[in-house]
């Protein structure tokens, strides 16, 4: 089966900028999460669809981070204004209800 | 609040001695509990996982993790590492069901000739 896309792979960006990441998550995974993984940390949960309603983003920066999931299938996840404290892995994941998650390759946020 | 804590930041250990990574967790109630694997740029895989039932539970590339409910701890065990076994290892915890995992700060494995 393929597995989570996303895009761009690499970023590089100068503060107050704003970018924006894309997820196409496995064929038929109802849920999508997008986690970020700053450095020497682990992933740390942003946003949590399922299908194309928002389950959980109590630990989304509001203020600067917007994430959506219109069709209940693709994925954008939001900076803007992007802060130096922003620069990141961002991380796409899918499963299917209490399945593991399957992640993406990530993209790697660099803020300037 | 929920927490995954990993007690090693950077473990080194030679080819063929054997590999004990520390996991606890503070949940209550009912936990599924996961060991994710990063190799040097790729994605997050999965190696093992628990949901119930025998609390030994035995994963990919010779991996295994004991589930010790008393003490909150999943540790994964290898009794030989290899040198490819080089990788960023992830506890991850969750609440049973469709909700989002808990990651510990990961532990960096270096394995030396």
């Known amino acids: 089966e393929a597995g989570v896309a996303q895009s761009p792979r690499y970023k590089i960006i100068e503060k107050r900028q704003s970018v924006a990441f894309w997820c196409n998550p496995i064929s038929g995974h109802a849920t999508l999460y997008w986690y970020q993984q700053i450095l020497g940390q682990g992933p740390k949960l942003l946003i949590q669809f399922q299908n194309n309603g928002v389950v959980d983003d109590s630990q989304l920066p509001k203020d600067r981070f917007s994430a959506e999931r219109l069709k209940g299938v693709d994925s954008t996840l939001k900076i803007q204004p992007a802060k130096l404290e922003d620069s990141a892995v961002y991380l796409c994941?899918?499963?299917?209800?209490?399945?593991?998650?399957?992640f993406g390759n990530g993209t790697r946020l660099t803020v300037t | 609040a929920q927490s995954v804590s990993q007690h090693n930041h950077h473990v080194i250990l030679s080819e063929a001695a054997s590999l004990e990574l520390g996991c606890n967790y503070s949940?209550?109630?009912?936990?599924?509990l996961f060991w994710y694997v990063q190799y040097p740029g790729q994605h997050l895989q999965l190696l093992l996982k628990y949901f119930s039932g025998d609390p030994l539970v035995k994963g990919i590339k010779g991996f295994e993790a004991e589930f010790i409910k008393s003490k909150f701890s999943f540790n994964l065990r290898k009794p030989s590492v290899q040198w490819s076994d080089t990788a960023e290892y992830f506890c991850?915890?969750?609440?049973?069901?469709?909700?989002?995992?808990?990651f510990g700060k990961g532990t960096r494995l270096s394995v030396i000739a």
């Open positions: 991850a915890v969750r609440l049973s069901g469709n909700t989002p995992l808990v």
């Open positions: 949940y209550g109630g009912t936990v599924n």
């Open positions: 994941a899918s499963s299917v209800f209490d399945s593991p998650l399957h």
